[in-house]
């Protein structure tokens, strides 16, 4: 179990690597699958791993990785823009799964998780 302190240094640096795959996904230019790689593998995680673990192991996975829920809808926002790339399209799935997840085990519904739901879906 980590400690308070532990918790908020670790969710820190969990924050950070989003940021960066955040900036490597949202902006066209910058896609490079190396250096997605890099930033995946600093959460334990890999692009085949991504896409062929259940809905429910990467929930888990999540959880186990002590992702507080707004880092857990910024992965799910990484995620999202992910499906968007050649091959990676099963990932749409799996942010919208995150998304439902996060909306109920939070136990807050949020308007903006909702619309991007809703966005995915269509």
Same mark, same amino acid.
């Given at each position: 179990?980590?400690?308070?302190g532990?918790? =908020?240094?670790? /969710? &820190?640096?969990?924050?950070?690597? $989003?940021? !960066?795959l955040?900036? +490597?996904?949202?902006?066209? =230019?910058?896609? /490079? &699958?190396?250096?997605?790689?890099? $930033?995946? !593998?600093?959460l334990? +995680? ?55 997840f ?21």
């Amino acid at each position: 179990m980590l400690t308070k302190g532990l918790r =908020d240094e670790e /969710n &820190e640096r969990i924050n950070n690597v $989003l940021k !960066q795959l955040t900036a +490597l996904t949202f902006v066209p =230019d910058n896609w /490079n &699958e190396y250096n997605a790689a890099q $930033l995946l !593998q600093k959460l334990g +995680l890999s692009l085949d791993v991504l896409v062929t673990m259940s809905y429910q192991e990467l929930n888990e996975y999540l959880l186990k990785y002590h992702m507080d829920w707004a880092n857990m809808e910024l992965f799910a926002d990484i995620v999202a823009s992910l499906s968007a790339k050649a091959g990676l399209e099963p990932l749409k799935e799996k942010a919208v799964a995150l998304y439902n997840f996060i909306q109920q085990e939070s136990k807050m519904f949020s308007f903006e998780i909702f619309a991007k739901i809703n966005s995915l879906n269509k």
